[in-house]
């Protein structure tokens, strides 16, 4: 080593990484928009609890996470919420952190499951990586067609859906003793 000063000449170049992406709160208003403007299967939920959107370093939006109570009667026990919506423009792990980070704030608010679900023809690594479970597999949605149902299609409705979950430990122990209990 020598006692000369370091010059700029002399350091090693920066091998600095790009800033990560933010994740923060958004308005409802602001979901809906960025999820029109980007995934035209969806159309906007009825309402939702909390909305998260993931930011790069210039403060624009690159995805969205919408998170409400559970569509399905049975699941809506006040413990449990539901990613209802879920768009990204494609970075890399965004999907993965918005739901990682969804998990996180719904837990934070009392929630002990939570769920959704993806069509079978969609790619769900994202889940997997953010520690997802799969349950079953739901067939498609009967009855769409009958002349006394007049609901308006969501864009899954003839497509079988994998139902994914995420629960806390509490919740595997109270479905467990649930389930030893003789009936």
């Excluded at 939006?61 to 413990?79: E, F, S, Y």
């Excluded at 998990?103 to 889940?127: H, I, N």
């Amino acid at each position: 080593m020598t006692d000369q000063p370091e010059t700029a000449a002399h350091r090693r170049p920066s091998r600095r990484r790009p800033a990560r992406p933010r994740v923060r709160p958004i308005s409802y208003r602001q979901a809906c928009a960025y999820i029109s403007a980007h995934d035209q299967q969806l159309e906007r939920p009825q309402g939702h609890t909390f909305s998260l959107g993931l930011t790069n370093h210039a403060g624009n939006l690159i995805g969205v996470a919408m998170v409400g109570r559970p569509d399905a009667r049975h699941h809506d026990d006040g413990l449990t919420a539901e990613v209802t919506r879920l768009a990204t423009d494609g970075p890399r792990n965004a999907y993965s952190v918005l739901l990682a980070a969804a998990w996180r704030v719904a837990r934070r608010m009392g929630y002990r499951r939570m769920v959704t679900y993806t069509r079978t023809d969609k790619p769900a690594a994202g889940l997997r990586a953010a520690g997802w479970k799969v349950v079953t597999e739901t067939p498609p949605a009967r009855g769409r067609n009958r002349l006394s149902r007049h609901p308006a299609p969501r864009g899954t409705g003839d497509s079988t859906r994998t139902r994914w979950q995420i629960t806390t430990e509490d919740w595997r122990t109270r479905t467990e003793v649930a389930d030893r209990v003789p009936r």
